[in-house]
């Protein structure tokens, strides 16, 4: 992908440190549209942006407001984190109310918020979680997950790319599930899923792709694991370096159905394809070749949320709870990313070239830098400022910049194959 934008270290500090005032914004738009809902407990909708005396709120976003308060810092006894998880609690445990008239503790996608939602400061859980198995009841035999279950006689029968990957998120703290044989057979199956099907949207093979690095050290006896995690990494680079700027933080729809009362419910979700996409390769040891992308979308998301305080889709021009956690968590992995990890090339994936194509990038670096020193100095010769001047000033310019690339270039194949090794 050709980029201009030459990233220097004080640019990716300074850009971390718009991350930071980012999250800072994002966490100040959690703190300002909790709903009290009744003693000690609070709520949040599915909006950052409704008005003060909205009194609707929903299970993803209460849930959204638990994880970003709790990445921010919050510990589990906070009067936010407490209160918001008594209100899941509350809302799972029910046998009647809104929640359950409208079948969502049916639904996996909301079973996945509650269980993100459960306990959020813990890495592990290790006892038995009626969330985190009433999910793994959606787990379709010889398959992966579905995207409902009322009963093993409703429920669905084929199971979606999306709906195994939230599961599989939701449940990397679980040990029960880890520890089963049911998990390395759901792992088999979305490794053949991804390797059969070329034709996955981004925010499937993306969210695929995370599952997979969240599960890495279960890969042992999956034999096409490493193979299917290399193709994830291939197609999603090819899809960030054949993105254009213009469509950064475009929402995608994931329409799906559940049934209720033997009627069928049309469903949907957003996703923010560059976030997910972005996260992965951070979480791959940012592929050299994508560097240019993921800095540009981080650059993005930045820059929307101090410009309109929020992330807010063109598609609904709202700031979604769910949008915005999902900013958060790449703005905090980021963060994390060591600032010599994140320097992308300067106009292209040098290492991406044939040795023919590195042969001709260098004669012509090298040639033009000659030609470029060769027109400054016969022209700095003439006795005449116009235009032996101008060709001199040009023929600097030329030799300056191409001799910098030059350098940088050889620089980078030099240090390619340790730094491309570690991805």
Same mark, same amino acid.
């Given at each position: 992908?050709?980029?201009?934008?030459?990233?220097?270290?004080?640019?990716?500090?300074?850009?971390?440190?718009?991350?930071?005032?980012? %999250?800072?914004?994002?966490?100040?738009?959690?703190?300002?549209?909790?709903?009290?809902?009744?003693?000690?407990?609070?709520?949040?909708?599915?909006?950052?942006?409704? =008005?003060?005396?909205?009194? %609707?709120?929903?299970?993803?976003?209460?849930?959204?407001?638990?994880?970003?308060?709790?990445?921010?810092?919050?510990?589990?006894?906070?009067?936010?984190?407490?209160?918001?998880?008594?209100?899941?609690?509350?809302?799972?445990?029910?046998?009647?109310? &809104?929640?359950?008239?409208?079948?969502?503790?049916?639904?996996?996608?909301?079973?996945?918020?509650?269980?993100?939602?459960?306990?959020?400061?813990? #890495?592990?859980?290790?006892?038995?979680?009626?969330?985190?198995?009433?999910?793994?009841?959606?787990?379709?035999?010889?398959?992966?997950?579905?995207?409902?279950?009322?009963?093993?006689?409703?429920?669905?029968?084929?199971?979606?790319?999306?709906?195994?990957?939230?599961? /599989?998120?939701?449940?990397?703290?679980?040990? =029960? @599930?880890?520890?089963?044989? %049911?998990?390395?057979? !759901?792992?088999?199956?979305?490794?053949?899923?991804?390797?059969? #099907?070329?034709?996955?949207? =981004?925010?499937?093979?993306?969210?695929?792709?995370?599952?997979?690095?969240?599960?890495?050290?279960?890969?042992?006896?999956?034999?096409?694991?490493?193979?299917?995690?290399?193709?994830?990494?291939?197609?999603?680079?090819?899809?960030?370096?054949?993105?254009?700027?213009?469509?950064?933080?475009?929402?995608?729809?994931?329409?799906?159905?559940?049934?209720?009362?033997?009627?069928?419910?049309?469903?949907?979700?957003?996703? /923010?394809?560059?976030? &997910?996409?972005?996260?992965?390769?951070?979480?791959? #040891?940012? =592929?050299?070749?994508? /560097?240019?992308? /993921?800095?540009?979308?981080?650059?993005?998301?930045?820059?929307? !949320?101090?410009? $309109?305080?929020? @992330?807010?889709?063109?598609?609904?021009?709202?700031?979604?709870?769910?949008?915005?956690?999902?900013?958060?968590?790449?703005?905090?992995?980021?963060?994390?990313? $060591?600032?010599?990890?994140?320097?992308?090339?300067?106009?292209?994936?040098?290492?991406?070239?044939?040795?023919?194509?590195? *042969?001709?990038?260098?004669?012509?670096?090298?040639?033009?830098? !000659?030609?470029?020193?060769?027109?400054?100095?016969?022209?700095?010769?003439?006795?005449? !400022?116009?235009?032996?001047?101008?060709?001199?000033?040009?023929?600097?310019?030329?030799?300056?910049?191409?001799?910098?690339?030059?350098? %940088? @270039?050889? *620089?980078?194949?030099?240090?390619?194959?340790?730094?491309?090794?570690?991805?």
């Amino acid at each position: 992908m050709l980029n201009i934008m030459i990233w220097t270290k004080g640019k990716i500090e300074r850009l971390k440190k718009q991350a930071t005032e980012s %999250q800072g914004r994002i966490k100040d738009l959690f703190i300002s549209c909790a709903i009290p809902v009744k003693q000690d407990s609070y709520a949040w909708g599915q909006f950052l942006d409704e =008005p003060r005396d909205n009194t %609707q709120y929903g299970i993803y976003g209460t849930s959204a407001a638990i994880q970003v308060l709790s990445l921010a810092g919050f510990n589990s006894t906070h009067k936010f984190i407490t209160g918001a998880s008594k209100i899941l609690e509350d809302t799972f445990t029910k046998k009647t109310g &809104l929640f359950h008239e409208k079948g969502d503790l049916y639904v996996l996608y909301k079973l996945t918020y509650f269980a993100e939602g459960e306990k959020p400061t813990e #890495n592990d859980i290790t006892s038995k979680n009626p969330i985190m198995e009433k999910i793994i009841k959606c787990a379709i035999e010889g398959q992966g997950f579905g995207e409902y279950f009322i009963s093993n006689k409703k429920k669905s029968i084929h199971s979606k790319v999306v709906a195994t990957a939230f599961a /599989l998120l939701s449940l990397k703290r679980y040990h =029960p @599930f880890l520890l089963s044989s %049911q998990c390395k057979s !759901i792992l088999k199956w979305l490794c053949r899923i991804i390797s059969e #099907n070329g034709k996955l949207r =981004p925010h499937e093979l993306g969210l695929a792709t995370l599952a997979l690095i969240e599960y890495k050290t279960l890969s042992n006896g999956i034999s096409n694991y490493k193979s299917t995690l290399h193709e994830c990494k291939k197609r999603l680079i090819s899809w960030a370096n054949s993105r254009k700027k213009y469509r950064f933080g475009e929402s995608e729809v994931y329409y799906y159905s559940t049934r209720l009362n033997n009627r069928r419910q049309n469903r949907y979700l957003f996703f /923010l394809p560059d976030c &997910l996409i972005a996260i992965v390769f951070l979480k791959l #040891n940012c =592929p050299k070749q994508t /560097l240019n992308y /993921l800095l540009g979308v981080v650059r993005h998301f930045t820059g929307k !949320i101090l410009g $309109k305080n929020g @992330f807010t889709p063109n598609i609904t021009n709202r700031a979604s709870t769910v949008d915005n956690l999902w900013i958060y968590r790449l703005l905090k992995e980021f963060k994390s990313t $060591k600032t010599t990890f994140l320097f992308p090339s300067t106009i292209v994936s040098w290492w991406e070239k044939s040795r023919l194509g590195k *042969f001709l990038i260098l004669f012509s670096l090298l040639a033009i830098s !000659i030609l470029g020193s060769s027109i400054a100095t016969v022209n700095a010769s003439s006795d005449k !400022i116009f235009p032996h001047l101008f060709f001199s000033i040009i023929g600097g310019i030329m030799a300056t910049i191409s001799f910098g690339l030059l350098v %940088q @270039f050889i *620089f980078e194949l030099i240090t390619k194959k340790k730094t491309h090794e570690s991805n």
